[in-house]
């Protein structure tokens, strides 16, 4: 190996000087035979590369799995399910009507105490006695006294779906409207 690369700066070495000085490449004139001992020692060298390459151990590596991303959860994907399930036309599900009413009518105290900038009291009064809103089918989703209007019970019947839906909608729109400022 030490003759390899004393050899090879002895050639680096000559090439720059012939590079440098002419008379030293015109002293060293290439001739077949020159050429042809440069020829062969690539050619030796290069099956030397190959032999040492040959004898190596090929190592693959494996990818792996990738990751999988875990599940999260959708915020107000329980809302929309439990909303899907008692806004439905089937009977049945009192209970969950009355949960869900409950916590859309905390919202609408909390939204008109914010939008009024009054009392949880006052809300509460504006949202039991309807005057929260000027939409009659949002007041009837939240006070037990007022009645749906006529189109409303008609549009229930013809489309198949329940008053309580019709006024969920409109109780969430109306709440939407008022935490926006009334600019809906």
Known sequence: ???????????????????????????????????????????VQGIRYANARRDRRRLSTEPGEPERRAPAAVPGADLDERIARVASPAPGGYRDRRDLRDRIRGVAVEAVARDRDCSREAAEAAVDGGTWTDDPVAAAFLDA???????????????????????LRAAIDEIERTESGGAA
């Open 145 to 167: 006294r007022s009645r749906y209007p006529l189109r409303v019970r008609l549009s229930a019947t013809v489309r198949g779906r329940s008053r309580y839906w019709y006024g």
């Open 1 to 43: 190996m030490r003759f390899l690369v004393v050899a090879g700066v002895a050639a680096v070495a000559v090439g720059l000087l012939a590079a440098l000085d002419r008379g030293v490449a015109a002293a060293i004139s290439p001739t077949a035979t020159v050429v042809t001992l440069i020829g062969v020692l690539g050619v």
